[in-house]
Nanobody
Framework: VQLQASGGGLVQAGGYLRLSCAAS????????MGWFRQAPEREREFVAA????????FYTDSVKGRFTISRDNAKNTVYLQANSLKPEDTAVYYC?????????????????WGQGTQVTVSS
């Protein structure tokens, strides 16, 4: 599967962005999907994941209540609505697809990655 992430940008603290990730090349509706992020000089970390049908979602603690992951299988797209953004959310955000149908917080569960989209939050 090929993944194309978009929607990043520069926003002030407290603002919001909606990231999108369009998939092609494999049956999207069978795949668990995730979002990860990587700040400069830091490891790539899990942000959120969604199950194949969108019914199950989970998040890293630092974004709970602020970020929402969702998917539209008819459009082969997964979204990350990021609200109440903080400077510490600044990172390159990557979407990922994997065969774990309920998604995973582990990078090894994903075998396809998008190119990343930069999110910068100014204080």
């Amino acid at each position: 599967v090929q993944l194309q992430a978009s929607g990043g940008g520069l926003v002030q603290a407290g603002g919001y962005l909606r990231l999108s990730c369009a998939a092609s090349g494999r049956t999207f509706s069978n795949l668990g999907m995730g979002w990860f992020r990587q700040a400069p000089e830091r490891e790539r970390e899990f942000v959120a994941a969604v199950s194949w049908n969108g019914d199950n979602t989970f998040y890293t603690d630092s974004v709970k209540g602020r970020f929402t992951i969702s998917r539209d299988n008819a459009k082969n797209t997964v979204y990350l609505q990021a609200n109440s953004l903080k400077p510490e959310d600044t990172a390159v955000y990557y979407c990922a697809a994997g065969r774990a149908p309920f998604g995973s917080r582990w990078r090894s569960a994903y075998d396809a990655w998008g190119q990343g989209t930069q999110v910068t939050v100014s204080s």
